[in-house]
């Protein structure tokens, strides 16, 4: 599998904003729909948001609603996300993931998966 390599994680204070990225080839980004999901300490990784390669669609998890905003760039075969309020709960490891099913939230769903980024919000 083609890799996925993330960016744009740090160290910010509750309230900042962050906006990760997510590139990918070509043949990985025009094939599949792009989500974001992320794993604190201690916990299980959690599903954030997906986009959907045909038609745009989002979705999101209902603790970031509102607050996250998910894109893709066609051009640049980047996906993005854009957080914004974040908390101190929003601190873990964000991870880009690809997958073929429409709106899954389901790790088991995603079949490629970036390293990882950490997002770390003081309070």
């Known amino acids: 599998q083609e890799p996925l390599v993330e960016s744009g994680g740090g160290l910010v204070q509750a309230g900042d904003s962050l906006r990760l990225s997510c590139a990918a080839s070509?043949?990985?980004?025009?094939?599949?729909?792009m989500g974001w999901f992320r794993q604190a300490p201690g916990k299980e990784r959690e599903f954030v948001a997906l986009?959907?390669?045909?038609?745009?669609?989002?979705w999101y998890a209902d603790s970031v609603k509102g607050r996250f905003t998910i894109s893709r760039d066609n051009a640049k075969n980047t996906v993005y996300l854009q957080m914004n309020s974040l908390k101190p709960e929003d601190t873990a490891v964000y991870y880009c993931?690809?997958?073929?099913?429409?709106?899954?939230?389901?790790?088991?769903?995603?079949?490629?998966w970036g390293q990882g980024t950490q997002v770390t919000v003081s309070a």
């Open positions: 070509a043949r990985t980004f025009g094939g599949n729909n």
């Open positions: 993931a690809t997958t073929t099913s429409y709106g899954s939230r389901w790790t088991d769903h995603y079949n490629n």
């Open positions: 986009i959907s390669r045909s038609d745009g669609v989002q």
